[in-house]
Nanobody, 126 residues
Framework: QVQLVESGGGLVQAGGSLRLSCAAS????????MGWFRQAPGKEREFVGR????????DYADSVKGRFTISRDNAKNTLYLQMNSLKPEDTAVYYC???????????????????WGQGTQVTVSS
């Protein structure tokens, strides 16, 4: 099992930037991919982006493509989400999640991930 701790959330004005971090501990060597999801009040948790740990390929939701960038630091077992040009509709609790195996893996489906962090709040004011 992997323990995940997100940080870096906060309040920012529209057009601003934030960088979220997700520190992983435990059985990190078993990770196949990691993803970022977000959940706004009254809405379903939705896919934001993901990275395949070995190789570093990334995928993003259309709503954040070109504004958000996922990166990772293998030595620190840390995942990052750089968020630029933030909009009020980006306001949500952001979660990182890990997937151990590529089997039966739909990276946009939150049900396919194995472990989750506690989330960090991002609020974008207009």
């Amino acid at each position: 099992q992997v323990q995940l701790v997100e940080s870096g959330g906060g309040l920012v004005q529209a057009g601003g930037s934030l960088r979220l971090s997700c520190a992983a501990s435990g059985r990190t060597f078993t990770t196949y991919a990691m993803g970022w999801f977000r959940q706004a009040p009254g809405k379903e948790r939705e896919f934001v982006g993901r990275v395949v740990w070995s190789g570093g390929s990334t995928d993003y939701a259309d709503s954040v493509k070109g504004r958000f960038t996922i990166s990772r630091d293998n030595a620190k077992n840390t995942l990052y989400l750089q968020m630029n040009s933030l909009k009020p509709e980006d306001t949500a609790v952001y979660y990182c999640a890990t997937k151990y195996s590529k089997n039966n893996y739909d990276y946009q489906d939150r049900r396919g991930y194995d472990d989750w962090g506690q989330g960090t709040q991002v609020t974008v004011s207009s």
